[in-house]
């Protein structure tokens, strides 16, 4: 239960997001990608918008995110505080 927690990090896999239904009675897309930083790596969820800004490779600065968990793993959230951002993009082949 980390709260406030901000760190840079390299976007190792980013999976085919997926189509889930929100408490709130909506449908949302979701992918739980892969991050690394000089301490080791975690599941990170990103939804809709989210998605679509990172890019395999990416170094991103994620701010005010919060450790929870989620089907027996750890997980690292943006939550309605956190921000994303791309610091370097992946070189494109």
Partial sequence: GMKRISL???ML???KSKIVY???GTTACVSNTLIRDETGSMK???WNQQIDMVHKGDLVDVKNGEV???SG???LRLGRSGSLSVI???QKL
């Fill in 8 to 10: 840079k990090a390299e």
């Fill in 13 to 15: 896999e980013i999976p």
């Fill in 22 to 24: 929100t408490r709130y």
């Fill in 44 to 46: 990170m969820s990103l």
């Fill in 68 to 70: 929870a968990w989620f």
């Fill in 73 to 75: 793993e750890r997980q």
């Fill in 88 to 90: 370097e993009c992946a």
